[in-house]
């Protein structure tokens, strides 16, 4: 799963969410790390509504413009889920892996 797509669904996992709200939450859970743009946003938001991942929740009329929500499925629970699982083990590979250079007596990754 690429670095957005985790984030996204990520934002959405507690609530329905509208685009820039999505973007918002994106921005202050990665520190702002992931900076998502409106294209690459919506664009992500069509695959994964196309994959069953999420789905249209509803639209508002706020200031006389829509806001479309979306909502995380099951599915999309899923694969955060099995993600969330896979991130967890690498990082306990690569702590392992600097536990191991440490004890050799290398001290830690020089920038």
């Not at 969410?17 to 990665?30: K, P």
């Amino acid at each position: 799963m690429r670095e957005p797509t985790f984030w996204i669904l990520t934002a959405l996992a507690p609530e329905p969410r509208y685009g820039y709200a999505v973007i918002q939450e994106v921005t202050r859970l990665s520190d702002g790390r992931i900076t998502l743009q409106a294209g690459t946003l919506y664009a992500a938001l069509d695959r994964l509504v196309a994959l069953g991942q999420v789905e249209f929740d509803r639209e508002e009329t706020v200031d006389g413009r829509p806001r479309r929500y979306y909502r995380l499925t099951s599915d999309g629970a899923a694969a955060l889920d099995a993600e969330t699982e896979r991130l967890r083990a690498s990082v306990e590979a690569a702590t392992a892996q600097l536990a191991a250079r440490r004890r050799f007596g290398l001290g830690p990754v020089s920038s």
